[in-house]
């Protein structure tokens, strides 16, 4: 049991971060399809668990210490440089990304200027990444049901709070910026996102963990756990779209509607899911390139989190609209090599 829940708490604490429990990836990707894309937020319960496992298995297989060789294993000697190289500067953007979410953050729950976010979030991010960061990320993942319960609270004053008429939600879903023209190729834009977000951390995970059942059962209740995430924040926001749509973080201010205290709560919560994510983005970024605990690779960490700073005045909106769909369509090469590979494998003798 301790393993699953550390398994479930780590793919949780990679893949929801600002955008994901904020509300803002779930009202342009679901919410922004109307009622039907609460209904794609269904679909992510079912297939983030799905592929959270065959990932934990092949990093199992491989026994692999970071993605490069898993990459290479299902895309191939060409195909698979080139996946790499794309999906180590993405997470590079996540982190950015996170850190924007930081600066929104606290603008929204704070009344501080952006740049104190960015500032705070990026200084953190430098003295942690200096030092173990894999227990830091461990620590920070079992906060997951933590912000979980919140999240339910939330939505349930948000059935209660909702005013506006379903004709009314379905209006102005329909004007809000969507990263796909229709809600199933958003589902799955989404999911492969998500995927490859997690992507990483699951191989090395299924590498070095030695209970293969916590494991297996771990990335599934992960992924069903990311799922009701989905549903929760779609709904929450959905029903009071009226109120939340040009909220740079929808369930943020639903939170300090419920109730200030509440909301301060759900403000520090974000905060560590931000953090969790851009930790285990940037630390993948980084150690594809340098050894930890070098010199080089301390003087990586800082430029980094500099860079990712500056990313951050570009706006968190903007970037969650650019970034999370273009990793997404690298994804579905990815999956369907996952696919592939699952129904070859029987065949393969993996070396």
């Known amino acids: 049991m301790k393993t699953t829940l550390r398994v479930a708490g780590v793919y949780v604490g990679a893949v929801v971060g600002a955008g994901y429990a904020s509300g803002?990836?779930?009202?342009?990707?679901?919410?922004?399809?109307?009622?039907?894309?609460?209904?794609?937020?269904?679909?992510?319960?079912?297939?983030?668990?799905?592929?959270?496992?065959?990932?934990?298995?092949?990093?199992?297989?491989?026994?692999?210490?970071?993605?490069?060789?898993?990459?290479?294993?299902?895309?191939?000697?060409?195909l698979g440089p080139v996946i790499d190289v794309a999906l180590t500067f993405f997470l590079f953007g996540l982190g950015a990304i996170m850190i924007a979410g930081s600066g929104s953050l606290f603008e929204q729950s704070f009344g501080l200027a952006p740049i104190w976010g960015y500032v705070f979030m990026s200084l953190v991010l430098i003295s942690t990444l200096l030092?173990?960061?894999?227990?830091?990320?461990?620590?920070i993942s079992s906060l997951s049901p933590y912000i979980l319960v919140l999240l339910f609270i939330i939505v349930v004053y948000s059935i209660f709070a909702s005013e506006a008429s379903f004709a009314t939600l379905e209006s102005i879903a329909s004007q809000q910026l969507t990263v796909s023209p229709h809600w199933t190729l958003s589902t799955l834009i989404s999911v492969s996102f998500n995927f490859m977000v997690g992507f990483a951390i699951m191989v090395v995970l299924g590498a070095v963990e030695k209970d293969r059942?916590?494991?297996?059962?771990?990335?599934?209740?992960?992924?069903?756990?990311?799922?009701?995430?989905?549903?929760?924040?779609?709904?929450?926001?959905?029903?009071?779209?009226?109120?939340?749509?040009?909220?740079?973080?929808?369930?943020?201010?639903l939170a300090h509607e419920f109730n200030p205290i509440v909301g301060f709560f759900m403000a520090i919560g974000l905060l560590m899911m931000i953090y969790s994510t851009a930790a285990t983005s940037l630390y993948t970024f980084l150690v594809r390139?340098?050894?930890?605990?070098?010199?080089?690779?301390?003087?990586?960490?800082?430029?980094?989190?500099l860079l990712g700073l500056g990313f951050g005045f570009i706006g968190f909106v903007d970037l969650v609209n650019t970034v999370y769909p273009l990793l997404g369509y690298i994804g579905f090469i990815v999956i369907v090599s996952l696919i592939i590979n699952i129904v070859r494998r029987p065949k393969q003798k993996v070396v």
């Open 24 to 78: 803002q990836e779930m009202l342009q990707f679901f919410v922004s399809h109307g009622v039907w894309g609460i209904v794609g937020t269904a679909v992510t319960m079912i297939l983030l668990p799905i592929l959270g496992y065959h990932l934990v298995m092949l990093g199992d297989q491989l026994h692999v210490r970071n993605h490069k060789k898993v990459l290479y294993h299902l895309c191939g000697k060409y």
């Open 289 to 305: 390139f340098f050894a930890p605990n070098t010199n080089a690779y301390r003087g990586a960490v800082v430029v980094a989190c």
């Open 213 to 253: 059942k916590g494991l297996r059962n771990g990335a599934i209740l992960g992924g069903v756990a990311l799922g009701v995430i989905a549903i929760i924040v779609a709904l929450g926001v959905y029903l009071n779209l009226d109120r939340v749509h040009e909220a740079e973080m929808p369930i943020l201010l």
């Open 131 to 139: 030092l173990d960061t894999n227990k830091i990320i461990t620590i």
